[in-house]
């Protein structure tokens, strides 16, 4: 059978195909170190701090939803085992060792940015060849900046209450 929605695809299917797969691994990775961090906070504003990291959560598991849509709607195969994770992200998983506010929200803020340059990236690989996933990305990144900065913005919150 041919998919003409596969075939309109003007990209290196392989290539392509990897970008979403890393991205898939990196937003599974992100889920979870919010999803734990969102039950583990302690400190001052912890239960702000506990809400927007659970917000967050729901958001990076709806990303990895999307990805693996479009990982099937192109004929790829998704990751299937959880230890595949690790070897192909491309931002890694901060253990939250220290789980207090501060650092927490640290650990994520560096995951953002880490995800907004990733994004980036596979924005400028897919802007001729596939407008389809370009857009996908378009709006993944988008709330990862927004992610970025309702973070910044709580931690600065919380440098100008220890003053
Ligand atoms: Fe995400
Ligand atoms: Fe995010």
Redesign the pocket.
């Known amino acids: 059978m041919s998919y003409k929605g596969r075939e309109i695809v003007k990209l290196n299917r392989e290539k392509l195909l990897e970008h979403l797969n890393k991205?898939y691994a990196?937003?599974w990775l992100?889920?979870y170190q919010y999803w734990l961090g969102s039950k583990i906070v302690e400190g001052p504003m912890r239960g702000a701090v506990a809400m927007e990291l659970a917000e967050?959560a729901k958001?990076?598991l709806?990303?990895?939803e999307k990805l693996l849509e479009r990982i099937l709607q192109l004929g790829g195969k998704p990751i299937l085992s959880p230890e595949e994770w690790y070897k192909a992200s491309s931002c890694g998983y901060e253990v939250p060792s220290d789980p207090s506010v501060e650092r927490l929200l640290e650990q994520n803020i560096k995951g953002?940015q880490c995800?907004i340059e990733v994004?980036n990236k596979a924005l400028e690989f897919t802007k001729d060849g596939d407008p389809v996933t370009w857009r996908l990305i378009a709006d993944?990144l988008e709330?990862?900046i927004e992610?970025e900065f309702e973070l910044q913005s709580m931690l600065e919150d919380l440098k100008k209450m220890k003053k």
Do not use: K, R, V
């Open positions: 991205a990196d937003e992100a889920y967050h958001e990076e709806e990303h990895a953002e995800a994004y993944i709330d990862e992610h």
